[in-house]
């Protein structure tokens, strides 16, 4: 065998190796999906145990592979049915500080990014509500702090949540409220900018991005010319577009 088989065979040996198993997968037509130890297993349709097999892993001690009646093989957060989940019903809760619903009896814990109890917010409360302290606070009272970004707290543009306060990320210059309930932060840049109407969140200004909030341009989040010399700030639909057909902006590099 040439140099150059040797090397042929030993790049199909290493795909091989790297490929999911085709064998003792498990997979049957009435039975798509189960739990390999602690990783979920599904086989693709149309495909025996000698088929490809996809899968997710659980992370323990946080999460659990149970094979449920509705979904087959899941990631839930308890290796047993829980009481929270006792009735069946799916509105959310609190499990292990983390907003939570029910699958079948097991809480089902929302994990993706934003959606867990951490940084500013590290409770959970409730109805799976993630809040800055464990008590509801007076300045949540009033219904019209309910909306995001109502009101200034430590500094930080926050809402509120059943009377629970839902802070924001605290602002390197000054937090500012409105008389319109809405409050942003104020690096010293502030302006009226048309381009920074609803439902903007970013606009371009003198070739960088900025952030929009209550109907104004705030902050500066990024400087274009910082990612590469050529590098041009474009607002989303074109760069003459207006909002709401521009609601955000980016760094482009032609």
Request: hydrophobic share 30%.
């Amino acid at each position: 065998m040439s140099a150059t088989d040797q090397a042929s065979w030993g790049l199909m040996l290493a795909l091989l190796l790297q490929a999911p198993s085709l064998t003792g997968c498990g997979c049957s037509e009435g039975d798509p999906s189960h739990c390999s130890g602690n990783a979920t297993e599904v086989c693709s349709p149309g495909y025996s145990c000698t088929g490809w097999v996809i899968g997710q892993i659980c992370s323990a001690p946080d999460q659990y592979c149970a094979v449920l009646p509705s979904s087959g093989a899941t990631c839930v957060a308890s290796p047993d049915p829980v009481p929270e989940c006792a009735d069946g019903g799916g509105a959310e809760f609190c499990f292990q500080n983390n907003p939570s619903t029910c699958k079948d009896g097991y809480p089902y814990v929302f994990y993706e990014a934003g959606q867990n109890c951490a940084g500013p917010n590290p409770y959970c409360v409730g109805a799976g509500i993630c809040t800055a302290v464990e008590s509801t606070v007076p300045e949540c009272a009033d219904a019209a702090s309910s909306l995001p970004n109502a009101m200034c707290w430590h500094n930080a543009p926050s809402g509120c949540h059943d009377g629970y306060v839902n802070a924001g990320m605290v602002c390197s210059g000054t937090c500012v409220e409105t008389d319109a309930s809405c409050a942003f932060c104020d690096d010293g840049t502030v302006a009226v900018d048309p381009t920074c109407g609803e439902p903007a969140y970013s606009t371009c200004f003198e070739n960088s991005v900025y952030a929009c909030a209550c109907g104004v341009r705030t902050n500066q989040m990024t400087a274009c010319t910082d990612a590469g010399e050529n590098t041009i700030c474009i607002q989303s639909g074109g760069l003459d577009a207006t909002p709401p057909s521009a609601p955000a902006a980016y760094c482009w590099e032609p």
